[in-house]
Each structure stands twice: as C-alpha cells, then as structure tokens.
C-alpha cells in the first residue's frame, strides 16, 4: 500500500515511522531542504514555510515533548532549543531509517480523487520540484496530510490599518531582536509566541506593549522548586478529580508565581478553558515596566493604536500580530477537508472526513492540545494507519457526524469562544480517546494487582507517551521502565554537568500534600467505579 505523506515536521516523521512498521510503502514531500517542519529555522520568512524564531525553546519539558518509543538522550537539557529539537528529530529519523522515504525542495500543489476512488480509495498527488519548478502526478492509496497548522497565517484587520505609517507584520515574519533597537513596538496577542517575543525584544526596544483582549494566564517552564510544571501537573489522578476541583488546583499553582490580579493580566476563564501559556521572566518585565499590558486594539492612526479602554499609545514603530495561524488544507480538492475561518473543520476527532469512503485520507495534526502536540500527532499517525490496513473501522457517517457535533457543542460550554480554542484537547482525555480506537490505552487499574508499582506510576506520576506503549500495536518493550525512571531522567538533566549530584528529595510537606491527594482521588476513583 503507497502512502503520500505530506510534510517532514513532527508529524510526517511519525507518520513515515508508523507506516514502516505497519508494512505500508510511505513516500514523503517536504517543501524545506531538511527535515523538522516549524523547527527548521529560516534566516529569512518564506511564504507557506513556517519557522522557529532563533531563541525558540520548548515550554514543555522532553519527558512530555518526544515519541513514545524514543526518549529523549539523557544528556539533553529538560528543554530544548530549536537546534535541539532538530537534533533530537535526526536522531529519531536515523534510528529507524526515515529519511530514505523524504523527497525534499518538493512541494504538493493538489491532492484529488481518482476516478474510480469509490473503489479503490486512491488518490492523485500532484507534486511540484521547487528548484526545477517540474510538476508530476503521482497515484497513492493513502494520504496523511502532516503539513502542520502554522502554515496559514492569521493577522486581523482594522479600519485604518491602511494609514498607519510604522511597520505592521505577522509574528510568521519575525525573527530576531535586529533592527528593533530603541524602538516602540506594539505586540498584539499574548500567547506563547507572543510572550517570547516580548521579552526578547523589552532588552533593545525603547518600550514595548502586549495587547490582549481577555488577559492570560501566565505560567513558567518550572513550578514547585523547579520542576518542569508538565511534571507537576499532568497527572491522570487530577483528570480523575471534578474539573471545578482541578481548575482551582491549576489556579492556585499559577498564582503562586505571581499573583494575575496584582499586574492586571487575570482573565475572566479558568486556566482550563484555554491552551496553557508558558514564558518565563514576562512578569518580572511588567514589574520593572518594559512591557506593558493593553487592552485589545480597537483601531489604528497614522503614528499609533488606540486601545478598548479609550487610550492611545503614539509614536510606535512596529506592530507585530502575533495572533495565531490556521492549517492550510487548500490542496486538498474536496471541500470535506476544508479548514474554515475559526479553524474550524468537519472532522471526526479531528482526522477523519466522515462523508469520504473509504477513509484513505487522514488530517494530522490540526489540534492544539493542553500539553504536547508531539505524541498526540504520533497517536493520531496510529490510529490512521490502523484504519488504512482495515484493521480499525470508523463508526457510520451519521454517528460520526453526530460526535462531531457534540464535541462541538461541549468544546463551547467548557472553553472560551475563541477561534485558537476551536480545536483546543484535554491532553490526557484526547490521547485517551485515541489509544481506545487502537487498544493501547494504559489500564493502570488492571495493573493494581500484577504490577502495583507501575499501576501507581500511571496513575500518580507525569503522564509520558511511553504509557502508550505498554500495549496495543506497536507496544515497546522499554516502556514500563521508561514509565518507572520518568523522575531520575528529570532529576539527571538538571545535574548533568556535576560530578556528584546532590540527592534530591521532596520536603515532609510535599509528602503530606501527595499523600492526601492520593487518598482523595482514590475515594473519587472508588466512588465512579
């Protein structure tokens, strides 16, 4: 069975990987002259060719940012740089042999049925060599479309945007600190990227202002002593507690950093209704008042912007969007794959078109989850491969339209109505909810009796892809170990460079906080079951 894979980022190396060892024949086009996808950093902005820019590190620690089945090396930093991620992407792509099935400097241009697809379920690929600019056809039985969704940028418009005389760019553009030095910039959007470029550019910029509409919850790579805060708090003992109970856990452990309401950022949501936002050193700035926090833009003039609470800020430079971007499914030519404006498409679990049969194609990736993307896109590479090779079926198209629906409806009730939240996932209920369609979802109560310690790893400790590896398809013999040693590899990369690295315990307190919280979510547990 051929398979197109589209893209060589995070996604199209899981999917290649998953289809090698499913037996299928993967064939995988990458715009870029390397492999990695956003990671690849461009000096220069390409349109359609999305990029890191060059202080990009990981908000989320490698224990939770890597594949399931590959670790990151223990001498790596519990975050990574760009250069590392890219580092650790070659590693992966040598160890199982990846990069023999990537044609790079090729672009896909159009994706549409064969004639006798209902039969066949195949697909006509159109490719088109960027150095030649030579286009050709090409037949396939699958598709996994794996181009990311930071390829469409999103920048929103204003009634005088036309008269504004400084500079306007999307954050897609942005790169560096240079030629920013002593200027006023405008940055609109408080979000990841957002924040990074904010504090980046408050060391040169002679003032800078972060425009939000609804405020944030602000978060920092490390919590409680220095722990990366995705150890902390991705737990499958706190899905198993109310939401109000886990959204005031949550709310607690963020203001613990700073209190939101003090610099005015609080916003009205829980931190549980929208995608985490991590950046470190951002309060500190607004303390000292090299950043400074605005309301939401409501209009330009020729020299400035004025704001929603009746302010106007003049004499500014630059203004930078940094509001997010949509997948761009455009070279698909069926309009069942549409992304629409809101980021929103008729998927179901946000992979499969359930009017298209036979389900040959798969959407990967085109979700914002609340922890990492990287084993989630793997999970989703799984379960579509699975349903390639017949081995997994799809509900009928009435009841997949019917959950479609119904995600829809409660995505609405529990997150803020925000574009940026249309495809926002619990990260553990979503992953959860795939491992169910390929049976390789931790049964970490079945283990209470025949592996007690490992039962109580699932259920205490940080949820790593490895518990996902434990059974099912494309189980790992390494995983429970991987599981068990989750903590020392955290502990090993904070001491790398010391000869003896001290012991590193948790304070009588901690233990008491743990222990108290064990007992909780075990009666809760007792309780549902």
């Keep these: 069975m051929k398979v197109a894979v589209i893209g060589a980022g995070v996604g199209g190396l899981a999917a290649v990987k998953t ?115 030579l286009e050709t056809l090409k037949v396939f039985d699958a598709v996994l479309v794996c181009n990311g969704n930071h390829s469409k940028p999103l920048t929103p418009h204003f009634e005088r945007s036309g008269e504004f005389e400084g500079r306007q760019m999307h954050s897609h553009a942005y790169r560096s600190t240079r030629g920013f030095e002593g200027q006023r910039v405008v940055v609109v959007g408080l979000a990841n990227t957002a924040g990074e470029i904010a504090v980046e550019l408050s060391h040169v910029c002679s003032q800078v202002y972060v425009s939000t509409r609804n405020g944030t919850w602000m978060m920092t790579r490390t919590i409680d002593g220095g722990l990366p805060f995705s150890y902390v708090l991705v737990r499958r003992c706190y899905t198993a507690l109310p939401h109000f109970v886990t959204r005031r856990i949550l709310a607690l452990k963020i203001n613990s950093i700073f209190d939101h309401s003090l610099y005015g950022v609080k916003p009205r949501h829980w931190p549980d209704q929208q995608q985490a936002f991590a950046c470190d050193g951002l309060h500190q700035l607004l303390a000292s008042g090299r950043i400074v926090v605005k309301p939401g833009v409501r209009d330009l003039t020729k020299t400035g912007v004025a704001f929603e609470d009746g302010t106007v800020e003049e004499n500014i430079d630059v203004i930078i969007y940094a509001t997010g971007y949509y997948m761009d499914t455009s070279f698909v030519k069926h309009p069942s794959y549409e992304i629409r404006d809101g980021n929103e498409a008729d998927l179901y679990k946000f992979v499969f078109a359930p009017d298209v049969k036979p389900h040959t194609m798969a959407i990967i990736g085109n979700i914002k989850p609340t922890n990492a993307a990287m084993p989630i896109i793997e999970l989703q590479c799984r379960w579509a491969v699975e349903v390639f090779k017949r081995r997994k079926s799809l509900p009928s198209e009435d009841q997949m339209k ?90 090993k990369a904070f001491q790398i460079h010391q000869k003896q690295p001290p012991d590193h315990d948790r304070s009588p307190l901690s233990w008491f906080l743990i222990a108290g919280l064990a007992l909780l979510t075990a009666y809760l547990v007792y309780c549902k079951f």
Excluded at 36 to 43: A, Q, R, T
Excluded at 403 to 427: F, G
Excluded at 464 to 491: F, H, M
């Design 402 to 491: 019917k959950a479609i629906c119904k995600r829809r409806q409660d995505m609405r009730t529990r997150y803020v109505n925000s574009p940026r939240n249309t495809t926002l996932v619990e990260y553990i209920d979503y992953m959860d909810e795939l491992a169910e369609e390929i049976d390789c979802k931790p049964n970490w109560i079945g283990l209470l009796v025949s592996d007690p310690r490992l039962a109580l790893s699932l259920f205490f400790g940080q949820c790593i892809p490895s518990q996902y590896r434990l059974c099912g398809p494309g189980a790992w013999p390494k995983a429970r170990e991987t599981i068990l040693t989750n903590k020392s590899r955290i502990v």
């Design 19 to 133: 289809c090698l060892e499913g037996g299928l024949s993967p064939e995988c086009f990458e715009k870029k002259d390397g492999l990695g996808g956003v990671w690849n950093y461009l000096p220069t902005p390409v349109e359609g060719q999305p990029s890191v820019i060059w202080s990009t590190v990981t908000n989320l620690s490698k224990e939770s940012y890597c594949y399931s089945d590959f670790p990151c090396p223990d001498n790596f930093p519990n975050f990574l740089h760009h250069t590392k991620v890219i580092e650790y992407l070659k590693l992966y792509a040598d160890e199982f042999g990846l990069e023999r099935c990537i044609r790079y400097r090729t672009e896909v241009t159009e994706i549409s049925q064969t004639e006798n697809f209902e039969t066949t379920g195949q697909w006509t690929v159109k490719i088109k060599d960027i150095d030649t600019g």
